[in-house]
C-alpha cells in the first residue's frame, strides 16, 4: 500500500514546473512574486521563440518549514522560461544596465481569440513586460541551491 505525498515530502527540492493553461500559471505567478533580477538577465531567442529572466526568487513554498526551523526566509536562483514568444514589448524596462534591479509582481495571461495571447510580467514601479504567444507554455525551473535572503525578512506583500 502506497501513501499520499506530504507537503514536507517536497520541501527541500528544487522547483521544476510548467503552466500550460491559466490554472497553472495562476500557481507559477504565486511562486515568482516579489522574486527580483537585473535587467541584463532577460534574454529573447527569437529564432527559438524562447523568452527567459534568470530571477532571484523568493521561496514561499519554504515559510513554514523556515519558520518552523528557526532559519532566515531563503531566495533561490530560478529560470523563468516562455515558449512559443512571438512578439516582445516592454514599458519602464531599462535595457542593459546591471545595476537596474526588477522585481516581479505578477505573471498573467491575456489570451486571443485564438489558441494563443499574450504572457504579461508586471513589474513594480510601472514596469511591464509583454510576450505575444502562440500558445501558453511558461516554465518555472531552480537552478541552484536556496541562499539565506539577504535582508532576511519575508517581503511585505505575501501570496
Given amino acids: ?12 527540492k528544487p522547483l521544476r514546473l510548467v503552466a500550460m ?10 511562486l515568482c512574486q516579489d522574486a527580483v533580477f537585473p535587467s ?7 529564432g527559438k521563440k524562447r523568452f527567459g529572466i534568470l530571477l532571484n ?3 514561499w513554498e519554504d515559510i513554514p518549514f523556515a519558520e518552523r526551523g528557526g532559519r532566515k526566509p531563503e531566495r533561490v536562483q530560478s529560470v523563468l522560461a516562455v515558449e512559443t514568444v512571438e512578439r516582445v514589448a516592454s514599458q519602464g524596462v531599462p535595457r542593459g544596465d546591471a545595476d537596474t534591479i526588477l522585481s516581479v ?3 498573467t495571461f491575456e489570451a486571443d481569440e485564438t489558441s494563443g495571447g499574450a504572457v504579461i510580467l ?5 514596469g511591464a513586460i509583454r510576450l505575444q504567444v502562440s500558445e501558453l507554455e511558461v516554465a518555472l525551473r531552480d537552478v541552484t541551491k536556496p541562499y539565506a535572503a539577504v535582508s532576511g525578512k519575508v517581503p511585505d506583500h505575501p501570496v
Fill in 21 to 30: 493553461d491559466e490554472d497553472d500559471l495562476k500557481v507559477l505567478s504565486a
Fill in 57 to 59: 526568487r523568493f521561496r
Fill in 1 to 12: 500500500m502506497s501513501a499520499d505525498a506530504t507537503f514536507e515530502d517536497g520541501a527541500a
Fill in 105 to 107: 509582481l505578477s505573471v
Fill in 122 to 126: 508586471t513589474l513594480a514601479g510601472d
Fill in 40 to 46: 541584463t538577465e532577460m534574454q529573447w531567442q527569437r
